[in-house]
């Protein structure tokens, strides 16, 4: 970077998937100080879904090298990472004659496709750790590679060991426009008019990919729970989200709700935009997932009134604040998940209490705006300017679970 000239930071994005991540960068670049980094989006696929994303931005690279393709939500072997060894010369240069300072990765194909380049052309790279914890490339390659890592919550942060890059690890949680509002009585109409269901049905929502990690099997298992309970309203279990596997999984579902005696009250809803309004529209989120790092649906059911039911695992307990503002529930436990949902159905003024709360503590911890200035302080320590900012406090160590059965 030339004495006065904006910091350049390069976002490479590997894939043409649309998630959490993207979301994350896409609010992120809006609130960077401009006066001191500049931005520029490279995506792999320049007419894809991802560039599509960020076009309106006016960040995304003029030109930009071709690189290997990885499959999506697959680790890369050995022998996929020795293929991507021909890519880092094209990387290189590309970063070089674009003057980028900083290389801001965002996801494991990234850091993978990216990282070694990011070093090789003397730029810094900042690992952005959104997935697991035990990634190979978490614990063997950030430890190499990384000049700064910056976890979404402690739980996603690498562990300490002899090879390890914890020490210049940052907690830094994930942003959402917490500004947004939706009018829940108007979505609730629309779900009621489209599912041709009683008004009165209470919406359980299960949002996000139908992946082993979210268990959505699980969900269904809950569902099937509360059909056997003597409850005050009838129940719908509705599932948001897709698989990306050509409708396998999918249909799995479908078989195991009707094994499960629920296909008339488990619904397969598909991928649908912008999540924020489906959330409104539901009376609860419930959330079976093990290991989340930090699951993005979450933080927007809290921020537009839908109280959240959660495994205690992963950063779900951060998200919740040990089960202050959410229900946290044992980890593969379809009974403890039905429980907490007989509660908030039957309970309202209860579920209105923590829904209330869970809004205030969102819009205060995860807005836009703290985001970037937390990024941007991890920007000017890796460039020497500032000390690394410091983790946020640590949540305490025992989550308050609910367990028994909901008093009668």
């Not at 896409?26 to 980094?37: K, M, P, Q, T």
């Not at 240069?93 to 300072?101: E, K, M, N, V």
């Not at 279990?237 to 999984?249: I, K, Q, S």
Request: glycine fraction near 8%; charge should be positive; proline fraction near 8%.
């Amino acid at each position: 970077m030339m004495q006065g000239n904006p910091t350049r930071i390069c976002f490479p994005f590997t894939g043409d998937v649309v998630g959490g991540s993207h979301l994350s960068v896409l609010g992120l670049v809006r609130n960077l100080d401009r006066s001191r980094f500049t931005p520029v989006i490279v995506p792999q696929y320049p007419d894809g879904a991802i560039a599509a994303l960020f076009r309106p931005t006016g960040l995304l690279a003029d030109i930009q090298p071709q690189w290997t393709r990885l499959p999506y939500d697959s680790s890369v072997g050995p022998w996929k990472m020795l293929q991507l060894l021909k890519d880092i010369p094209a990387q290189v240069h590309f970063l070089r004659a674009g003057g980028f300072d900083i290389v801001h990765s965002n996801d494991g194909r990234t850091h993978a496709t990216w990282g070694p380049a990011a070093r090789l052309s003397g730029a810094k790279l900042l690992w952005h750790q959104r997935g697991d914890p035990g990634a190979i490339g978490l614990r063997l390659a950030a430890p190499l590679l990384a000049n700064r890592v910056v976890a979404v919550s402690r739980f996603a942060s690498p562990r300490p060991g002899l090879w390890s890059a914890a020490r210049r690890c940052t907690v830094v949680h994930s942003p959402f426009a917490t500004e947004a509002s939706e009018d829940r009585v108007a979505a609730r109409a629309a779900l009621v008019a489209e599912l041709g269901c009683d008004p009165d049905t209470a919406f359980i929502g299960f949002f996000g990919a139908f992946i082993r990690r979210k268990r959505p099997f699980l969900f269904i298992d809950a569902i099937a729970e509360l059909t056997g309970r003597h409850l005050s309203r009838p129940v719908m279990g509705l599932m948001f989200g897709e698989a990306y596997d050509g409708g396998r999984t999918e249909t799995a579902l479908a078989n195991h709700a009707r094994k499960r005696n629920v296909a008339d009250i488990v619904k397969l809803m598909g991928f649908r935009t912008p999540g924020p309004r489906w959330l409104a529209a539901c009376d609860m989120l419930m959330v079976p997932a093990l290991g989340e790092p930090f699951g993005r649906t979450l933080i927007e059911a809290m921020l537009v009134g839908t109280p959240v039911i959660a495994t205690a695992s992963g950063g779900n307990v951060e998200a919740l604040k040990n089960g202050d503002i959410g229900v946290l529930v044992p980890p593969e436990n379809a009974v403890a998940l039905a429980n907490a949902a007989v509660v908030l159905i039957d309970w309202p003024m209860a579920a209105a209490t923590i829904a209330a709360k869970a809004a205030e503590d969102a819009t205060s911890r995860f807005g836009e705006t703290l985001h970037a200035d937390q990024i941007m302080a991890v920007y000017e320590a890796m460039l020497g300017r500032t000390s690394p900012p410091k983790h946020p406090p640590a949540p305490m160590a025992h989550p308050v679970l609910m367990e028994s059965e909901p008093a009668s």
